[in-house]
């Protein structure tokens, strides 16, 4: 059994959308409230109360005493809790020195969650093709179809939690599922080079082109540009006009201007992700044997200036993880090649290594043997064929 995540847009109703908001703000005072009481009781000299116990607590002591706060109740009990194990969670991560204080969650920053959990053994969360049955919420309907599995013979969904961003939403869900079979994977391996000219290049010589390059997505870009230059100066203004008139200051166009970078945004990401759903599509319909990519040193390339913006807008990263999770979800292998691996360097037919190639040589002509490839086919050819690699999963 292997537990994989899912991630979907949601399209909920307009009663469902209010039910969510209401739930994911209740998730984000009880985080909240959970961080509050641990460090007052630590002012105290009192231990710290793990997520269980605190649960606990909070619904036999805490709640008889303060009824004002008794409107909790009217939420989905596991939401809440789900938030108290989120902030037990990080201080832990806090106490072991991994992370730093967590901080508040709020809602400007699109904190929180409407989380949900399959209850005991029997019961089931129900999911069609094109909608999933959430507690408290009832049928959601899904923006796409048939993203989630829905043979419940095999596959079984865990929990989940819904997050809101720009006015979107979107589920999470994890589900536990059988292992599949290797035997049915007898496509050819893959080998990508991924890069920052092109996209991917496969091993076969197909060509997934930087959609960054595109009029469409440069539009955007420009468009987002001019909205955050003109964000900023009403910022200033704004920040002007409440040094006058106080705290009653509001500026409703600097909200809107900011929703509008948010959307731009947004539309960026999604244009992004489904054209990299698209490739990774494409990529496992042939069931190959393993998928072959380098592991990339992300934060590496990102500290070279230059490379620094084309690398960020590629979205490399976003794109392993979508790979690995729908190869672990058909068992395919994913190798990642070690990225010190010379394999633009190395001759694919007979392992000639040229020491001095230029970038600007887009054509690998082997010296040894007179092999001539693509230099990115070359290195896709490498990338698949290369023994120096670790597993993704
Ligand atoms: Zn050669």
């Keep these: 059994m292997t537990l994989i995540t899912y991630k979907i847009e949601i399209k909920p109703t307009k009663e469902q959308t209010y039910l969510i908001d209401r739930h994911i703000g209740v998730s984000r005072w009880a985080y909240n409230f959970f961080l509050e009481m641990n460090q007052q ?182 468009r987002l540009r001019r909205t955050q230059r003109k964000l900023s100066r009403q910022y200033i203004a704004y920040k002007a006009r409440k040094m006058k008139e106080g705290r009653s200051a509001t500026d409703l166009n600097l909200a809107k201007t900011e929703r509008k970078v948010q959307r731009l945004y947004q539309r960026l990401h999604n244009i992004q992700a489904d054209y990299q759903n698209q490739i990774v599509a494409n990529l496992v319909r042939t069931k190959p044997n393993w998928v072959s990519i380098e592991d990339l040193n992300v934060k590496g390339m990102i500290k070279n200036r230059h490379l620094a913006k084309a690398v960020n807008q590629q979205g490399f990263y976003n794109f392993r993880t979508k790979l690995i999770n729908k190869c672990q979800q058909l068992g395919i292998a994913v190798h990642l090649v070690n990225r010190f691996e010379p394999t633009s360097k190395i001759c694919h037919q007979c392992g000639y290594k040229k020491v001095n190639l230029s970038l600007s040589e887009r054509i690998y002509r082997c010296p040894n043997c007179g092999n001539v490839t693509d230099r990115d086919i070359n290195a896709a050819l490498n990338i698949r064929d290369t023994d120096n690699f670790v597993l993704a999963y």
């Design 41 to 222: 009781r630590y002012q105290d000299g009192y231990w710290y109360m793990g997520a269980y116990e605190f649960s606990k607590w909070f619904n036999n002591e805490y709640l008889p005493i303060n009824p004002d706060d008794l409107w909790i109740k009217d939420y989905y009990a596991k939401s809440t809790k789900q938030a108290f194990i989120d902030a037990d969670t990080a201080m832990k991560r806090f106490f072991k020195h991994q992370s730093e204080y967590p901080k508040w969650r709020s809602y400007k920053r699109h904190q929180g969650s409407y989380y949900f959990v399959k209850n005991g053994a029997k019961q089931v969360i129900a999911c069609e093709r094109h909608r999933i049955k959430l507690p408290k919420l009832g049928w959601v309907r899904f923006k796409e179809d048939g993203y989630l599995p829905t043979d419940f013979e095999h596959y079984v969904i865990k929990s989940g939690r819904i997050k809101e961003q720009s006015g979107r939403y979107y589920l999470t869900c994890l589900v536990e599922q059988p292992e599949q079979l290797h035997e049915l994977l007898l496509g050819d391996p893959i080998g990508i080079d991924l890069g920052v000219k092109e996209f991917a290049v496969i091993d076969d010589g197909t060509i997934y082109r930087n959609r960054n390059k595109d009029r469409q997505v440069k539009r955007i870009r420009k």
